[in-house]
């Protein structure tokens, strides 16, 4: 609980947002930006492991969201992209989450790397703009290894 709500409180610390929350909205937000956060993946780590515990490696999605009518309609965009980039680099420059986890995995040691995705979703029958940050965390000794 407490590696999620790091993660989100560098959402929440950067000012960019009308709303963060800590899952997927049910409705479609307002006409600024909102990002939410959630779990996509925990897997254990191969070759990071020792005899005794696992090292787990957690991917967290969070979602920037912006209306796909929001005006002026060539500042979407670049505004999308620039929260997106403030994450990114808090992200990169909080590499151990205040000593919380071993790594920010930036460059896909474990598996996909910190990276950004755009595309369009339907909420609540609203089109919205929306870039997905995939923030893979690595943990050492998630889980004790037992006969």
């Not at 909420?123 to 923030?135: G, H, L, S, Y």
Request: charged letters at 15%; a negative charge.
């Amino acid at each position: 609980e407490q590696i999620y709500l790091a993660v989100l409180d560098h959402a929440l610390a950067s000012g960019l947002f009308d709303a963060v929350n800590g899952s997927e909205p049910k409705s479609a937000p307002g006409l600024g930006l909102t990002a939410a956060l959630w779990a996509d993946a925990i897997d254990p780590v191969p070759n990071t492991s020792g005899l005794a515990l696992t090292t787990a490696r957690l991917a967290l999605n969070l979602r920037v969201y912006s209306s796909f009518i929001s005006e002026p309609q060539d500042a979407i965009d670049p505004r999308i992209l620039s929260a997106v980039s403030t994450l990114v680099a808090a992200y990169s420059g909080d590499f151990t989450l205040d000593g919380m986890i071993r790594e920010v995995d930036l460059l896909g040691a474990s598996g996909l790397g910190l990276s950004a995705e755009s595309g369009y979703l339907d909420i609540d029958k609203a089109k919205m703009r929306v870039v997905d940050i995939t923030i893979p965390l690595g943990i050492n000794n998630a889980w004790t290894q037992g006969a």
